[in-house]
Each structure stands twice: as structure tokens, then as C-alpha cells.
């Protein structure tokens, strides 16, 4: 069997604020380590140790990015093993899970000289108090850019043909599902498409739609119901029995970006900036929604306001980026104290005492 490795984003900076799909996409789990003591910095080296060792021993392993620093992860997911090691560290909140999960938590804080720290304690505190202040800025800035995203959408919601609209729907519900049903529960799993990063927006939606057998790209303006008609994908495969992924948009949770249906091969997404992409494969298809759906003339009739709607947009989302690689420097400077005062040998020696019982449970 070919190897499976997933990339996907659990957590965002989205205009609600820090928002998660933890307890989604850790559902049906046996067992999650959840590490605990430490800074991001310390806990990403550990998953991704584990991630990359026990990786080599297993046919599915999926990847969860950090939204907060490009490059590191807040968690791996060995799914054969329904097993995963996640980072608790700030501002991760862990609830209660569903019963039955066991909950392991590992601090790291035993490979930290906590004596080295206490020289760095003022350091440490105002880090903290910086990052949290520079990423409500974020959120509001993100909040502000997506009311103006509302602005955006305005023209097209009021030169929507419903009727159309609707159409298409029912064309899109057809060719995912025909007539079938299957007799079983629906299972529905709900993550982010991409993230707002330090960097701008991030996906991996060409790796999580690779070896689709088809997929549907979806082209139009905002307000052209493409959502809406992803959140009635998602209602008729939950009636159906179809199990379903759900992809919810980086910047407002509420929205859906991306639909795929595992059992049927298929994936359907919201293919325009900013994670704009186009058809590679025969199979690929094209939905435009601005074509099928929307008053013909509609963004002629509305260029000047749209383009000053756009230059507002894209500076506040700019804004907004640049607060999070703000926080993110402060993040760094806290992340080399850890690292500085962090007894690697020890670090390992935890790292391996979990890959011993993931490899017992394997």
C-alpha cells in the first residue's frame, strides 16, 4: 500500500479571533498525547521527531501545521494506530474529549532548566503580553477586513439569480451522489482549507485533492453562492450516509471552502484568490458560478466601487499579516530562550518513551 501523508490545519487567525477544530478532527481517536510546559518552539521538534520515525512504520500519517510559525506543527495523527501527538502549549485550550479517549499529558517542562528561566522571567512575561496584544490587533484587522468582504459580496448577492444558483446545486448534488444512499451514519470531519499566516495565506489543497479521482473547481466573485452550495453538499451527504471532509474558510469559519467525499473520490472547493488554482488533470472541472449565476454585466456596472472595495480589502489584510510576523518575532526571541535552556538529551528520551508506546499500540 501506498504511503498517505496529509497536510492539513486543525486551528486559525481567523476574523472571529483564534478559532479551532480540535475536537474534530481528534475524533474517533484511542489515544492523544497532548504535550504540555514548554513553548511551540520545543513542541513542534518533538511531534515532528515522533511524526518522522514512526512515519517510516505506518501507511497513514497526517500533518497539522501551526498557523502561528510556517514550518512547524502543532500536531501528527497516526491514523492507523488512532493515535496522535498534539501541542497544548499557549493559546491552545484543551476541553474535555468525547469518552473513551485517553488523554496523556506529557510536560516537557521536566527537560527544562526552569532555573535557567527564572533569569529571563520579566523577559518571558512581557513576550507573552506582546504576542497576545499584537494578535487581537491581528483579529481585528481581520475582523474589519472581512465586514468589508461583506462590501465585496453586496453587488453580486443583489444580481444573483437565485433560481440559477440553485440549479447548479442540484446539478452538483447530482453528479456527487445520483440516486445512491448507503446505510450508515454519516461521519462529517471539519478542519480549515488553509491559515493566515506570518507569510499570508497558506493551503495544501492540491496535496488533499491529489488522488481525487475527480475535482471541481469552483470559480465566481464573493457572493456568489459558492459556499452556501458546499454547506448543501454537506447536508445531503449526512443524509445520504456519505461520510464527509469539510474544509472551512481561513478567515471566517462560518464559510465553507472546500468539500471532500472520501467514498466517492470526489472533491469540490472554492477555487479563487486566495488560493486560486486551476485545472491540471483531464478529469478536472470547472463550475463558474459568476457565468451560471450572476446578472450578466455586473462587474462593469460596479468597477469603480469594487476596485476601491479591493484596495481596502487587501490593505487591511496586509495589516493584519504583518501583526502576526510581529508576534511572530516575539515568538522566536521566546523560542530560543526554551531551546537555550532545554536539555535535549532528555528531550529525546521523552520523545522515544512515546514512540515505545505508540509502537506497543502498533
Known amino acids: ?11 486559525g487567525n ?50 497539522i501545521h501551526s498557523p502561528f510559525m510556517n514550518g512547524q506543527y502543532d500536531g501528527v495523527i497516526f491514523p492507523e494506530w488512532k493515535a496522535a501527538i498534539v501541542d497544548g502549549s499557549y493559546p491552545r485550550i484543551w476541553r474535555p474529549s468525547a469518552p473513551g479517549v485517553t488523554e496523556i499529558h506529557v510536560n516537557l517542562q521536566t ?5 535557567h528561566l527564572e533569569r529571563y522571567k520579566v523577559h518571558i512575561a512581557a513576550w507573552y503580553e506582546e504576542i497576545f496584544r499584537k494578535s487581537e490587533e491581528a483579529y481585528a484587522a481581520y475582523g474589519e477586513a472581512l465586514r468589508i468582504h461583506d462590501e465585496w459580496e453586496a453587488p453580486y448577492i443583489a444580481n444573483l439569480d437565485r433560481e440559477k444558483a440553485n440549479q447548479v446545486t442540484e446539478e452538483v448534488l447530482g453528479l456527487f451522489f445520483g440516486e445512491e444512499n448507503l446505510e450508515k451514519k454519516s461521519k462529517v470531519r471539519r478542519m480549515y482549507l488553509g491559515a493566515a499566516t506570518p507569510q499570508g495565506p497558506v493551503d ?19 457572493g456568489s453562492g459558492k459556499s452556501t452550495m458546499l454547506k448543501k453538499l454537506v447536508t445531503e451527504a449526512e443524509k445520504r450516509g456519505f461520510d464527509a471532509e469539510v474544509y472551512h474558510c481561513g478567515l471566517d469559519p462560518h464559510s465553507l471552502d472546500m468539500v471532500i467525499i472520501p467514498e466517492k473520490g470526489l472533491a469540490i ?6 488560493h486560486e488554482y486551476f485545472p491540471s488533470k483531464e ?13 450578466p454585466g455586473t462587474d462593469d456596472a460596479y468597477e469603480a466601487e469594487l476596485t476601491h472595495i479591493k484596495a481596502r480589502y487587501r490593505q487591511k489584510m496586509q495589516e493584519a499579516t504583518a501583526l502576526l510576523a510581529s508576534a511572530q518575532e516575539l515568538r522566536e526571541q521566546l523560542n530560543s530562550v526554551y531551546v537555550e535552556v532545554t536539555d535535549q538529551p532528555r528531550l529525546k528520551a521523552v520523545a522515544q518513551a512515546i514512540m515505545s508506546r505508540l509502537e506497543r499500540m502498533a
Open 204 to 222: 495544501h489543497i492540491m496535496k488533499l485533492t491529489d488522488d481525487m479521482q475527480k475535482r471541481y473547481f469552483i470559480k465566481g466573485r464573493p
Open 269 to 274: 472547493f472554492d477555487s479563487t484568490a486566495p
Open 283 to 295: 478529469t478536472d472541472e470547472v463550475i463558474d458560478m459568476y457565468e451560471r449565476a450572476i446578472d
Open 1 to 11: 500500500m501506498a504511503k498517505k501523508e496529509r497536510h492539513i490545519y486543525a486551528a
Open 111 to 115: 527537560s527544562v532548566g526552569v532555573d
Open 14 to 63: 481567523t476574523a472571529r479571533g483564534y478559532k479551532t477544530f480540535y475536537d474534530s478532527v481528534l475524533e474517533g481517536l484511542d489515544r492523544v498525547y497532548i504535550l504540555t510546559g514548554v513553548v511551540e518552539g520545543i513542541t513542534s521538534s518533538v511531534i515532528e521527531t515522533i511524526g518522522k520515525e514512526m512515519g517510516r512504520k505506518t501507511n497513514q500519517i497526517e500533518w
